[in-house]
């Protein structure tokens, strides 16, 4: 089944990791594009995970994952080493309807990272759905490839241009208009 691409602000979500180790930093890493509001449980935590964690003024909670520990927060990433334990937690969740992400149990994960690009308010992502992340990684890396260097500023170009404009089909045509120069300029360059 594939995953259903829903973009989603976690402004004001609680996130909530289980696990510190290599794959822990990885999800991290890109969490962080997003928020801060990010807390750790793990009785080891690598010193990536600790690093990001006390650059980030992070919450870390070095110690093993204790029930119900997932009722505090709005997202849950499991990258804990044990198996049972990640069914634990996903047994225990469903009834609260949390959001999970596994990462050895894909076929219960509730969403996916997928490969992400971020550049100022512009997110690419895309998913294979656990079908083959490394085919999503190099498909992510041709579109980071072809951007152009200014996505952030031709962004925020179009962003005053919008507000300038009343709605309706002029400034959606403006707008149009407008993002089909500036892609066609950045290929130029």
Known sequence: MSFFPLFVSLEDKRVVLVGGGEVASTKLSV?????????????????????LARENNLICHQREYESGDFAFYDLVVVTANSLPLQRFIYEESRPYRVFC?????????????????????????????GSSPSYAKVI?????????????????????????????????????????????NSKKG
């Open 31 to 51: 969490l962080l594009k997003f928020t801060k509001n990010i807390a750790i449980i793990s009785p080891k935590i690598s010193q990536k995970v600790a690093d």
């Open 140 to 184: 992510k890396d041709r579109i980071d490839e072809a951007l152009g260097e200014s996505v952030e500023e031709e962004l925020e170009s179009l962003a005053t241009l919008r507000h300038s404009m009343p709605k309706g089909k002029e400034r959606m045509e403006a707008l149009k208009d407008a993002s089909s120069k500036l892609i066609t």
């Open 101 to 129: 992400n596994f990462a050895d149990l894909v076929d219960l994960n509730d969403f996916s990272f997928g490969s992400i690009i971020k550049r100022g308010d512009l997110v690419v992502g895309v998913s294979t759905s």
